[in-house]
């Protein structure tokens, strides 16, 4: 009698505990189900907003959906400001200023640009050069590139040999002693203000024309 008691009692215990488990189950499918439901559907969402960007009602794009399992993006290097073929001049400086509007004339292929030593882009020139503002009022620098600039004589005739014949044809000049060269280029320089005059800012605020080929041209533009 016990015996069967005991016997219907666990049967009905089994027979509830089979049941929880089935319901428990059944729950956990229908969550996976409904959480597979709802992801297909967001990224459904997101790929057609990004579909849907030629007519600018797009917020995001494929390349900015990322997910918890996706590999960290690389860093991209950030470029350098810095640019080759750049000539570091006396802006305030008449016959400076001829100099630069001949070379301007003359590069038909626009191969070299210009800065005025007196604005702030000019610094970070310097500072790879490894000089400061009065070296270059002594004599222009001229940037040929990474580890590469030249000043004085030398500096005219590199910029010489980035233009069209028959002007290129002056860099055959450097086989003469950089002494001899520097000594007139030197002996010019001191006595320009006297002979062509200065201005109180750069010149070429006065021609406009002309800071398309000037790596300082938004500063110039916003300080006018």
């Not at 003359?106 to 503002?133: M, N, W």
Request: proline content about 5%; aromatic content about 10%; charged content about 25%.
């Amino acid at each position: 009698m016990y015996v069967k008691a005991l016997s219907i009692a666990m049967t009905k215990m089994v027979m509830i505990m089979l049941r929880r488990e089935a319901w428990r189950t059944a729950s956990t499918t229908s969550y996976a189900i409904k959480r597979s439901v709802f992801s297909s559907s967001l990224l459904r969402s997101f790929y057609s907003s990004s579909n849907s960007s030629e007519t600018g009602d797009a917020h995001f794009s494929n390349e900015s959906l990322l997910f918890a399992d996706s590999p960290p993006q690389p860093k991209m290097a950030i470029p350098s400001i810095l640019q080759p073929r750049v000539v570091i001049y006396d802006g305030v400086c008449h016959l400076c200023h001829s100099g630069v509007k001949w070379v301007i004339k003359v590069d038909k292929h626009r191969k070299i640009k210009f800065c005025c030593l007196q604005s702030k882009t000019a610094e970070p020139y310097l500072r790879l050069c490894g000089v400061d503002r009065e070296d270059v009022l002594r004599r222009f620098l001229f940037i040929e590139g990474p580890g590469l600039y030249h000043q004085a004589s030398t500096a005219a005739l590199k910029v010489a040999s980035y233009l069209p014949l028959p002007y290129s044809a002056l860099s055959a000049l450097l086989i003469i002693p950089t002494p001899l060269r520097d000594a007139m280029y030197d002996y010019i320089a001191k006595r320009r203000y006297d002979w062509f005059g200065k201005e109180e800012d750069c010149i070429v605020l006065q021609e406009q024309e002309m800071l398309e080929r000037f790596v300082d041209r938004e500063e110039m533009i916003n300080k006018n």
